[in-house]
C-alpha cells in the first residue's frame, strides 16, 4: 500500500506510511479500507443519503481489542475520528471527510441471559436484529421504533420507542457498558465501576469514547402485543388530536400512540381514493394483555370517521419493523426537532397548518410521547435531562430529487421556527443536524457543565469530536 494522505485533528493533511497501515492491519481481526478498497463505497454509505464524506481509511473492526488498537493508532498520529455503530444519525458524524473512521458495524453479537433477563450487544447490532434475539424469550428493551437504526447511536442518545413509556429510555435500562477510552484503554462503566463516565455514555452521545458492548435489562413483553394505525383526513386532525391528547392521559402505561402528519402512501390497506392526500395517523400500541389493550384502545378508535383502522394482534417483532418503509435508507433528509411538556391547542393549530403544505409525499411530522417511564427518572440522574418533555416531535424532511432540496429544507425550517414558541427549548440529540452545534449545550441544559468537565477528565483533546460535541471544561 501507498503512503496515505490523511486529515488530522487540526484539519491539517499529514502522510501515513505505508509501513505504519500495515503495521495496523496485522494487529487486527477485522479490515483496513482505502478508497481504492472494493467495500469502501458501501462503508462510508450511511442512511441519510445528503451525507456524502470520503475517509481516507476505513478500519472495519472485529472486536473490542481491534477498537483498542485503532483508537491507539489514532492517538499516536493524532488523526480526524468518526466512529460508525448503525449509520443511521441523521448528522452524518458516523463518517469524515479525509480522516478514519472506525466502523463498528461488523460487531453484531448480542447474548440473551433469559435467567438473569439480561442481554449483552455488540456496537453494530440494529434494533431489528436485537429485538429478534430478546423476542425469541419474549423479552425486550425500549428502543426505537425502526429496525434498522443502530443500537449504539441510539442508546448513547438516550433512546426512546413504543416502551418507554412503560420501562422508560433504553439508558435507563443500561445497566452496564465497555468504553475505549481517547486513550485506547478498555474500561467498563455501571453504578459501581467508573460510574462518572456511566453517567455522560447516558445521553452524552459517543463524546466520552467508543463502546464496544452494552449490557441491557430485559423486561417481559409480547410476543403478541395490540399495535397497528388508525387513519384520518387532516381535516379532521384538529378534533382528532385534541380528543387523543386528552385520551392519552387516562390510558395506563402500556399504551403508547404516536402521531403523524403527512399524505398518505399508496399502502394497500388505504382506499386508492386516500392515496396523497393529507392525512392524520395515530400509531398504536399496547405493550400488554393483548385483550386489555383492545379494552383500552377502544374509545380512541371509536373517535370520529377514520379512513382506515388496522389495529390487530401481532407479533412485537412485526409491529418494529411496520414503519421501516417509509423510513428506508438512500432518500435525502433534513430534520428538526423540539420538545414539547403539552400538545396545547395552539400547537395542533400550526402543526396542521403546516401539513397543508408539505412539500414531499415522504416528508413527515412525526410525534413521540415519551412519559412516566421516562419522568419518573431525576434529571440529574444521567446526561439526558429533558425528561419532563410529553413529547418529542421530529420533524423528517425527507425527498429524492436534490432539486427540492432548497423547498423541502425551507418548509422544516419555517415549521422548526412556528412551533418554537410552544417549545421548551430543549433538544433530543439523536434527532440534531449536522448544523446544530449551538444547540448542544441546551440539549443538556443543567447537565452541561458536568459533561464539560467529564470530556476533560476522560477526552481532553477532544479526540472525540465527531458528535454533538460537548468541548472539554477549559
Ligand atoms: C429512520 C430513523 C428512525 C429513528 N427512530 C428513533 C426512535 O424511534 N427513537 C430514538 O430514540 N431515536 C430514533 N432515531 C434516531 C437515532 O437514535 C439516531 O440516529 C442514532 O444516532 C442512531 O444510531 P446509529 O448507531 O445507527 O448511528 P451512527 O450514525 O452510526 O452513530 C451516531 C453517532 O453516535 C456515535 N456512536 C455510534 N456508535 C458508537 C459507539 N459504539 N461508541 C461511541 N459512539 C458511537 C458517534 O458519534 C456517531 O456519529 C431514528 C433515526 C432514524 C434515521
Same mark, same amino acid.
Given at each position: 500500500m501507498p503512503d496515505l494522505h490523511i486529515k488530522t485533528l487540526t484539519g491539517s493533511d499529514t502522510s501515513l506510511k505505508s509501513e505504519a497501515i500495515d503495521k495496523l492491519k496485522e494487529s487486527i481481526r477485522g479490515n483496513v479500507l482505502t478508497p481504492?478498497? /472494493?467495500?469502501y463505497d458501501e462503508a462510508r454509505?450511511?442512511?441519510?443519503?445528503?451525507i456524502d464524506k470520503r475517509p481516507a481509511m476505513i478500519v472495519r473492526c472485529a472486536s473490542a481489542a481491534d477498537v483498542m488498537r485503532t483508537v491507539r493508532f489514532a492517538g499516536e498520529h493524532k488523526l480526524l475520528v468518526a466512529v460508525r455503530g448503525g449509520g443511521h444519525n441523521v448528522a452524518g458524524n458516523a463518517v469524515c471527510d479525509g480522516g478514519l473512521m472506525i466502523d463498528l458495524s461488523p460487531m453484531k453479537s448480542v447474548r440473551v441471559d433469559r435467567k438473569g433477563m439480561t442481554a449483552r450487544v455488540e456496537p453494530g447490532v440494529t434494533l431489528g436484529e436485537f429485538d429478534r434475539e430478546t423476542q425469541a424469550f419474549g423479552l425486550a428493551t425500549p428502543v426505537g421504533?425502526?429496525?434498522?437504526?443502530?443500537i449504539a447511536g441510539l442508546t448513547l442518545g438516550g433512546g426512546f420507542g413504543w416502551l418507554s413509556r412503560k420501562y422508560g429510555l433504553s439508558i435507563d435500562n443500561l445497566i452496564s457498558a465497555d468504553v475505549v477510552t481517547a486513550a485506547g484503554e478498555l474500561v467498563t462503566a455501571s453504578e459501581t465501576d467508573h460510574p462518572d463516565l456511566f453517567w455522560g455514555i447516558r445521553g452524552g452521545g459517543g463524546n466520552f469514547g467508543a463502546v464496544t458492548s452494552f449490557e441491557f435489562r430485559l423486561h417481559k413483553v409480547g410476543p403478541e402485543v395490540l399495535a397497528g394505525l388508525i387513519i384520518h383526513p387532516l381535516d379532521a386532525a384538529g378534533d382528532v388530536l385534541r380528543f387523543y391528547r386528552d385520551f392519552i392521559k387516562t390510558t395506563p402505561q402500556e399504551f403508547v400512540c404516536w402521531f403523524v402528519l403527512r399524505l398518505a402512501p399508496p399502502l394497500p390497506f388505504l382506499p386508492a381514493e386516500w392515496h396523497g392526500k393529507a392525512i392524520v395517523v395515530l400509531a398504536v400500541c399496547y405493550a400488554g394483555n393483548v385483550k386489555e389493550g383492545e379494552r383500552v384502545a377502544k374509545p380512541l378508535r371509536s373517535f370520529g370517521k377514520p379512513v382506515a383502522d388496522i389495529i390487530g394482534p401481532m407479533p412485537f417483532t412485526a409491529w418494529q419493523t411496520v414503519l421501516d418503509p417509509l423510513l428506508a435508507p438512500g432518500m435525502r433528509n433534513y430534520w428538526k426537532s423540539h420538545d414539547f411538556k403539552e400538545a396545547s391547542d395552539g400547537l395542533i393549530d400550526v402543526l396542521i397548518a403546516h401539513a397543508r403544505r408539505i412539500?414531499?409525499?415522504q416528508t413527515e411530522i412525526a410525534f413521540a410521547l415519551l412519559g412516566e417511564g421516562v419522568t419518573?427518572?431525576?434529571? /440529574?440522574?444521567?446526561?439526558?435531562?429533558?425528561?419532563?418533555?410529553?413529547f418529542v416531535m421530529n420533524v423528517h424532511g425527507r425527498w429524492d430529487n436534490p432539486s427540492n432540496d432548497a423547498k423541502c429544507m425551507g418548509w422544516v425550517r419555517e415549521l422548526f421556527q412556528a412551533t418554537a414558541p410552544f417549545a421548551t427549548g430543549g433538544a433530543y440529540v439523536n434527532f440534531m443536524t449536522q448544523e446544530e452545534q449551538e444547540r448542544v449545550p441546551s440539549a443538556y441544559g443543567s447537565n452541561y457543565d458536568r459533561l464539560a468537565a467529564l470530556k476533560k477528565k476522560y477526552d481532553p483533546d477532544n479526540f472525540f469530536r465527531l458528535n454533538q460535541n460537548i468541548q472539554p471544561a477549559k
Open positions: 481504492e478498497s /472494493e467495500q454509505t450511511i442512511w441519510n443519503a445528503m421504533i425502526n429496525s434498522t437504526t443502530g412539500p414531499d409525499p419518573k427518572v431525576a434529571k /440529574e440522574a444521567t446526561a439526558y435531562t429533558h425528561r419532563d418533555a410529553g
